[in-house]
């Protein structure tokens, strides 16, 4: 499987659409550019590690510091250090262009995200050991609102200066100013004291941005890189606003909305500033045409919301061209496994499973996700969180194939280019507090570097790094039970109806005691599924075939006849001259890949 270029920059465009989910704000009551910024009442702090993933390896093995580093998923350099920064290689760079640009670039697999994700719970605790109000976003990134840690500390300080820059004012200017700004200016400081924290605590260094809101902290926190910080003071908001150069570098734009608005004729930030909300309101609704001329006024006041356990725990991959079924079972199966894992960690028991996947479309190359979902039942759920339990990626392969059925139609061709599996619908913290203890974390994070969260989310980014606790919706993708984009709180199973549920319990018929033989009377025509008095093969569970929809039972016998015909006919029945053919189909390992294996455990 490949992952092209342009599927990882999209993957960039979904990591960065996900700042903004406030409700609206009705501070637009004109079109003016020049319409000044409420004063500075909270003091956010955005921080974003420097080369994330890159950091982590050289923190696991401390040789790569010093020697270009590139962070390969597929065939992509996700991140790169700042040493291979510097000799031309850039993050998203395909690795044939990075190694042609840096030869000696030494290159480590990031596909496996747990010590990224690990790492990256080990921030926002730190974070949270200071201050109460910790918002993550993605891996790399925490908004943190320090307002009131300010107010406590401002009685008690007795002169003020900025630590770090000042964006776009001199640094003589900038103490001059000090003394305007209190809250700033010492916000400047805190920042200061948590990057050092999260470098004393865990080794990793990072950029900070200080600003009175998430928007403006996230724009300004990466104008100087890397392991720098620099405040935004409110009369400049309108020169960072003007500095984008275009409307989807402003936080909350993604995609879709981009070319929403660009249908109206708006490309630029001013464009947007200078659009009238009637209009733009006439178009989009007006709680989004407030939103977005807010935004782009570089008006924010959605709260940092505590980001607290995740309430979905997914796994997906990401790939050029998927076209047949075993394929696919393969992949479930593969995401399934380390998804268990996962789960079985943070101990707590999942209510609804949710499969989605993405077909390609040549216009609609990234945004077209289908999801479907359906409840757990009982004796899977036991199954997940039990240790014991060997089958149960097994198991839960049955129910995502129903979903898959729902999806797509198996008996003609298809292209898909995504798979995710998700756990969602996860108890309150409280509940699982009491299962295993793990999630308490969040909320009463240790300040212990070695601690490893255990509760992890979403590494739905086998190249993004999404997030199931932050991720908000683009602000203009409809969101439906039928097409939902990616697991997120807001559109999760408590907002979507179950689509349809299947009794899991097993038949008597199922439970027959299986034979060696395929009963050559199996009929796979019409839509009533495949009885187990039919034989089965002797790899197959009956509970987990008797599940399946009735198409893919055929289908799977369809294949189960092409790739295992040693095993379909009993010897002795079998006519001469089949016997070549039969042993160059068990010879070639063709038992060994079929999709039957599938369904019982190794
Ligand atoms: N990431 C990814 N795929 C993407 C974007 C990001 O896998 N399309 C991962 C790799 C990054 C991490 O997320 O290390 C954080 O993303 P950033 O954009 O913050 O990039 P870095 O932290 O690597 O670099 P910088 O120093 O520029 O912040
Ligand atoms: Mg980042
Ligand atoms: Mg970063």
Redesign the pocket.
């Known amino acids: 499987m490949e992952s092209s270029e342009d599927d ?1 920059e999209e ?2 465009t979904e ?1 960065k659409q996900h700042l903004m989910d406030s409700p609206l704000t009705s501070r637009v009551s004109g079109s003016s550019p020049n319409k000044t910024p409420a004063p500075a009442h909270k003091v956010i702090l955005h921080f ?7 950091q982590v390896e050289m923190i696991r093995n401390p040789a790569l510091r010093d020697v270009p580093l590139g ?1 390969q ?1 597929k065939y992509i350099i ?2 790169c250090n700042y040493v291979a920064r510097q000799q031309g290689v850039t ?2 760079m395909s690795v044939t262009n990075a190694r042609e640009k840096c030869p000696q670039l030494v290159l480590v697999k990031g596909e496996d995200l747990t010590h990224y994700r690990e790492m990256s719970y080990q921030v926002t605790d730190l974070l949270l050991s200071f201050c109460p109000l910790v918002e993550r976003l ?4 925490n908004f943190v609102d320090i307002t009131e840690m300010i107010a406590n500390r401002l009685p008690c300080t007795p002169d003020f200066s900025f630590e770090g820059h000042v964006y776009s004012t001199s640094r003589e200017v900038a103490e001059a100013k000090a003394n305007n700004h209190p809250e700033l200016a010492l916000g400047s400081h805190i920042a200061a004291e948590l990057r050092e924290a999260i470098h004393a605590k865990l080794g990793l260094t990072g950029c900070a941005g200080v600003a009175t809101s998430k928007l403006l902290a996230k724009l300004v926190s990466g104008t100087f ?2 392991n720098q910080q620099t405040t935004l003071l409110p009369e400049n908001v309108d020169d960072i606003m003007g500095s984008l150069s275009g409307l989807r570098k402003i936080p909350g734009v993604g995609h879709q909305t981009a070319k929403r608005l660009q249908v109206l004729g708006l490309i630029t930030v001013r464009d947007l500033q200078l659009f009238p909300l009637t209009e733009l309101a006439r178009d989009l609704g007006s709680p989004c045409a407030t939103r977005l001329k807010n935004l782009s006024l570089g008006m924010d006041d959605s709260p940092v919301t505590p980001t607290g356990a995740p309430q979905s725990l997914s796994d997906e991959d990401s790939f050029k061209k998927m076209t047949c079924m075993k394929e696919v079972m393969d992949k479930i199966q593969q995401l399934l496994s380390s998804l268990v894992e996962r789960m079985r960690k943070d101990g707590r028991q999942p209510q609804t499973f949710r499969l989605s996947v993405r077909k390609y479309s040549a216009s609609n190359k990234w945004y077209s996700r289908e999801s479907r979902q359906c409840p757990i039942p009982n004796h899977v759920k036991q199954k997940i969180t039990s240790a014991s339990s060997d089958d149960t990626p097994a198991v839960l392969l049955s129910l995502a194939m129903n979903l898959f059925s729902k999806m797509v139609d198996t008996a003609a061709p298809f292209h898909l280019t995504l798979i995710n599996v998700c756990f969602s619908n996860l108890p309150t913290q409280t509940a699982a507090a009491s299962t295993r203890g793990s999630i308490t974390s969040f909320f009463a994070p240790s300040t212990s570097p070695q601690t490893s969260t255990q509760s992890q989310i979403d590494s739905s ?1 086998s ?3 999404a997030d199931d606790r932050l991720g908000s919706p683009s602000i203009m993708t409809p969101l439906t039970p039928e097409n939902t984009a990616e697991s997120t709180p807001g559109r999760d199973a408590a907002s979507r109806q179950a689509r349809h549920t299947r009794s899991a319990s097993v038949s008597a018929e199922a439970s027959q005691p299986v034979t060696t033989s395929h009963s050559s009377t199996c009929s796979y025509g019409g839509d009533s599924k495949i009885s187990a008095t039919h034989r089965l093969p002797p790899n197959v569970d009956p509970q987990v075939f008797s599940e399946l929809p009735a198409n893919l039972q055929r289908e799977l016998m369809r294949e189960w006849e092409q790739r295992m015909p040693v095993l379909k006919i009993p010897a002795a029945s079998r006519k001469p001259g089949r016997e070549a053919k039969d042993k160059k189909g068990s010879g070639t390992g063709s038992q060994a890949n079929s999709l039957l294996n599938y369904f019982k455990p190794a």
């Open positions: 990882i993957d960039e990591w974003d590690l420097d080369c994330f993933y890159a962070i998923q996700v991140t993050k998203l993605g891996f790399d990134e890189k890397p980014m190249a993004s790094g």
